[in-house]
């Protein structure tokens, strides 16, 4: 199976019990459509093991981008060596500073804007439209399109003939009262719901750090799963 989630924020321990809810295993692929670090008390410990599991994907959310500046004023406008380097980035996680590595570092800067498959396409907070409300080609994309897009989130913006998009960045409470995955039916496919082709986009925010609710959402079965603090 191949599940999807975004904005998990740094919580752990809901992560942990997401992955047990959803029996996750060698045999399945998570997709973290970014902004899994801030806002928690655990970014890096997460990071690290989010990193360290070989079937799971991460892309750049707004979160990681802003570290991703930082790192790269950093190492722009200063003389330190490595280990005073290190240090210096630590400093954006005061929390868990000495967790904070140049493995982790690297993974994180490193970290893609998009996500592509045959009948879906993962991103952050958006995709670049043409004025009839076509996706661009992903490759021409600014990294603050994918990243900061606000406009996505809003219901009338559906993707003509395109693969689904699957994305995250404002919490889902901002269009409904309670913090749940939207998904977003094609005209015709109301009573075809189990595959992802169906869909023009599922939005998967549901806003943890406020609400406490984190969920993620099978592409293959179209099913959203959720644990709750």
Not at 106 to 128: N, Q, S, T
Not at 140 to 154: A, C, I, M, T, W
Not at 166 to 173: C, I, K, M, R, Y
Not at 180 to 201: D, E, R, S
Request: hydrophobic share 40%.
């Amino acid at each position: 199976m191949t599940y999807c989630i975004s904005d998990i924020h740094g919580e752990y321990d809901l992560f942990m019990r997401l992955l047990e809810k959803i029996k996750f295993s060698s045999n399945d692929r998570l997709i973290v459509c970014g902004d899994f670090i801030d806002k928690g008390t655990a970014s890096i410990r997460l990071a690290k093991a989010i990193f360290k599991l070989p079937n799971v994907y991460c892309i750049m959310g707004n979160h990681e981008y802003m570290f991703l500046k930082f790192y790269r004023s950093k190492m722009h406008s200063s003389i330190l060596n490595f280990d005073d380097m290190l240090w210096h980035l630590q400093e954006y996680f005061p929390v868990e500073n000495t967790l904070l590595d140049w493995n982790t570092v690297d993974m994180l800067v490193d970290l893609p804007y998009y996500f592509e498959e045959k009948d879906f396409i993962c991103v952050h907070a958006g995709v670049p439209l043409d004025n009839s409300g076509r996706i661009l080609p992903l490759a021409e994309g600014l990294p603050e399109e994918f990243v900061y897009d606000r406009q996505f989130k809003s219901p009338e913006i559906l993707p003509k003939e395109s693969k689904c998009v699957l994305f995250g960045h404002t919490p889902t409470t901002s269009i409904t009262p309670n913090p749940k995955i939207l998904a977003y039916p094609k005209i015709g496919h109301y009573l075809n719901k189990q595959n992802i082709a169906n869909y023009f986009k599922i939005h998967l925010d549901t806003g943890v750090s406020m609400s406490g609710v984190l969920g993620c959402f099978c592409v293959d079965t179209c099913r959203a799963f959720y644990v709750t603090k």
